[in-house]
């Protein structure tokens, strides 16, 4: 399949909002995990996430607009305006017909949902919004940015659960390989940090107890790791043919070569202890971009800090990798600002855009003894390095692998 390029990224995070206050911090290896204080989350097991509190700075949304829509449709504005002043595109330019958006979430928008039920229960059913009906579920975002931007080409949402934006990628770079489209956004938004999203995240037992100490709580592949924090936040890219984009002699800033998705099929909620599928996953995704694996030299790992999910991904870069797996730098940035969940693979793919520009990896923090010495993990501080050729992996609940390559 054919190579399609990513030529404008946007975004939301809790370490920064835009590339450059993203990057910045996300180089210096800072923690942006905090103490939920939005709404009294005491007595939650896990009372910590990566948050964003200035969302309304960074907006172009009319005040009328926002009344209708919830934050994760909001921040997937943002993240597209960004990522289309950053590939330089103007969108009344574009024949509508030939432009797609393809995103991914796993909750949808719940505070705009928890606000309205909570108005029924008091109120009755004249306390509900008519707004409900279409803020909080799944597919929203994509509905707004195409009703923003009067974007008509086929479009999709992916819902799988952490793995849904780097399978909304995949998917995209699958239609536009056809021809069917000049141009896709694409990528992820998430805004869990709401008292019921909160709640159903914390039912899945993964989360980090570890409130006292939010900055140190998430610690992927490390021995003292007891889960992994939640945080909200989108990343939005422009991807269109490589023709296309040197035709309009845009700023290619990657590649993406390949893609590979598979299903461990062995649990509701938990991976194969094993790593099988995941391995098949990267290596479909090689083999889609007719790579070798010792091409690779950069890995942006899943990370959920959590023993199953950590050592089977272990098992999985080992077994594909084999004895080269040691010599591999990997890094894990959402460590410093928290997994955003259906979102986090888009932005584990921006941070890996930045890297490759800037021959620098953000590190993974929190990293102070690792729990299996198998991998090349960059830890404490960021390091200097040229990446030519990455591999970006992402997993979902009951056992979904999908896996990218992307070259510089």
């Given at each position: 399949m054919e190579k399609i390029a990513i030529t404008g990224t946007g975004i939301v995070a809790p370490s920064g909002i835009g590339k450059r206050q993203f990057w910045a911090n996300i180089k210096s290896g800072r923690s942006f995990v905090k103490e939920i204080t939005r709404f009294d989350a005491s007595?939650?097991?896990?009372?910590?996430?990566?948050?964003?509190?200035?969302?309304?700075?960074?907006?172009?949304?009319?005040?009328?607009l926002l009344k209708k829509i919830d934050a994760f449709s909001h921040m997937a504005l943002i993240a597209s305006e960004m990522a289309l002043q950053d590939a330089g595109i103007d969108i009344k330019n574009e024949d509508p017909n030939l432009v797609g958006i393809f995103l991914g979430n796993a909750i949808g928008g719940w505070l705009y949902a928890e606000t309205e039920l909570r108005d029924l229960y008091i109120e009755g059913?004249?306390?509900?919004?008519?707004?409900?009906?279409?803020?909080?579920?799944?597919?929203?975002?994509?509905?707004q940015v195409s009703i923003y931007y009067g974007i008509k080409g086929f479009s999709k949402t992916v819902v799988a659960d952490r793995a849904s934006s780097l399978m909304a990628i995949g998917y995209a770079r699958k239609v536009l390989s056809k021809n069917k489209l000049n141009m896709i956004l694409a990528g992820g938004m998430e805004a869990p940090v709401t008292p019921?999203?909160?709640?159903?995240?914390?039912?899945?037992?993964?989360?980090?107890k570890n409130n006292s100490h939010p900055s140190e709580a998430y610690r992927p592949f490390d021995k003292k790791r007891d889960g992994f924090v939640i945080g909200e936040g989108s990343g939005i890219m422009v991807m269109e043919s490589v023709e296309?984009?040197?035709?309009?002699?845009?700023?290619?800033?990657?590649?993406?070569?390949?893609?590979?998705?598979?299903?461990?099929?062995?649990?509701?909620?938990?991976?194969?202890?094993?790593?099988?599928?995941?391995?098949?996953?990267?290596?479909?995704?090689?083999?889609?971009?007719?790579?070798?694996?010792?091409?690779?030299?950069?890995?942006?790992?899943?990370?959920?800090?959590?023993?199953?999910?950590?050592?089977?991904?272990?098992?999985?870069?080992?077994?594909?990798?084999?004895?080269?797996?040691?010599?591999?730098?990997?890094?894990?940035?959402?460590?410093?600002?928290?997994?955003?969940?259906?979102?986090?693979?888009?932005?584990?793919?921006?941070?890996?855009?930045?890297?490759?520009?800037?021959?620098?990896?953000?590190?993974?923090?929190?990293?102070?003894?690792?729990a299996d010495r198998s991998l090349n993990y960059i830890g404490k501080e960021a390091k200097e390095q040229k990446i030519e050729k990455a591999l970006i992996i992402s997993r979902g609940r009951g056992g979904i692998n999908a896996a990218l390559v992307i070259e510089k």
């Open positions: 007595k939650y097991p896990s009372h910590i996430a990566g948050q964003i509190d200035d969302l309304e700075k960074y907006t172009h949304v009319s005040e009328r059913r004249e306390g509900v919004s008519p707004y409900m009906a279409s803020a909080w579920f799944p597919a929203a975002p994509q509905g019921y999203a909160l709640l159903c995240c914390n039912t899945y037992g993964a989360l980090s296309r984009a040197r035709s309009r002699k845009a700023a290619i800033q990657a590649l993406i070569s390949g893609y590979g998705t598979s299903c461990d099929a062995v649990d509701r909620i938990n991976p194969a202890s094993d790593g099988k599928e995941l391995a098949r996953a990267i290596k479909m995704a090689l083999d889609d971009a007719g790579m070798s694996a010792d091409k690779i030299d950069y890995i942006s790992l899943d990370g959920l800090a959590v023993d199953i999910w950590d050592n089977s991904e272990i098992s999985a870069i080992k077994s594909v990798f084999g004895a080269r797996a040691k010599d591999i730098p990997a890094s894990c940035p959402k460590s410093m600002f928290g997994n955003l969940l259906g979102a986090s693979g888009a932005v584990d793919l921006i941070s890996t855009i930045l890297a490759m520009e800037h021959s620098l990896i953000p590190p993974i923090i929190n990293l102070d003894e690792p």
